[in-house]
């Protein structure tokens, strides 16, 4: 199966991006410019990879997967809870309103806007035993009714086996039919691990409700 994670990775850069606590500059902060150059009042970062604008106040992004309105990011989400051998962690969350791109539709049902949901999620086997965890095949529950799997394309490979002493980062992405500022409270539902002999270690199932809320 061929991976989009790349994809993920640029809708979830401001998520991670910038380390905890920090904030993103501003206009107010100096920037280096040609002298000769016009001045301009304008919002706008150029980055090497995407464009950025401030609209309102959402941020925005802009790149070839396409326009992506920032609805909220939280950075210190604080979620972390140990699963029998497993560390589980759910530390970033933010919502996305993408406009996609028309080379990239066919990867959301050829849809020409998306709300996307992401996490970022960090595994960590303490044992030195064969541990299978799938946090990238998750469920989300929201407030306004629906119940989506993790988008496994797209996501970035955060599950499977774990063969002894592994730790795994990266992103689990959904997207929902709701509009970001529908979306109030979220349930993040992940089947518990099991061992080499397809046991279930700990519970059957582990829910954590997150506050999406601008």
Not at 36 to 54: G, L
Not at 130 to 146: C, D, I, K, M, Y
Not at 147 to 167: C, M, N, R, T
């Amino acid at each position: 199966m061929k991976s989009y994670g790349f994809i993920f990775a640029i809708l979830l850069m401001f998520l991670v991006g910038c380390g905890d606590g920090e904030t993103l500059p501003t206009p107010a902060e100096p920037t280096t410019q040609n002298e000769n150059a016009p001045s301009t009042d304008s919002e706008e970062e150029v980055t090497p990879d995407s464009e950025v604008v401030h609209e309102e106040e959402f941020e925005v992004q802009e790149d070839e997967i396409g326009r992506s309105q920032i609805y909220m990011k939280n950075r210190e989400l604080g979620i972390e809870e140990t699963i029998g051998p497993i560390i589980f962690q759910i530390d970033k969350v933010q919502t996305v309103r993408l406009e996609v791109a028309s080379d990239y539709r066919f990867l959301f049902d050829e849809q020409e806007e998306v709300t996307i949901v992401s996490f970022n999620v960090i595994v960590e086997n303490t044992s030195d035993e064969t541990v299978s965890f799938h946090p990238n095949q998750a469920r989300l529950v929201t407030n306004t009714g629906e119940q989506v799997d993790a988008d496994i394309i797209i996501s970035e490979d955060v599950g499977g086996e774990f063969l002894g002493k592994v730790k795994k980062e990266g992103g689990v992405l959904f997207h929902v039919e709701s509009m970001p500022e529908e979306l109030t409270e979220v349930r993040f539902v992940v089947e518990g691990p099991y061992d080499d002999s397809f046991s279930t270690i700990a519970e059957d199932r582990y829910e954590y409700t997150i506050d999406v809320t601008k």
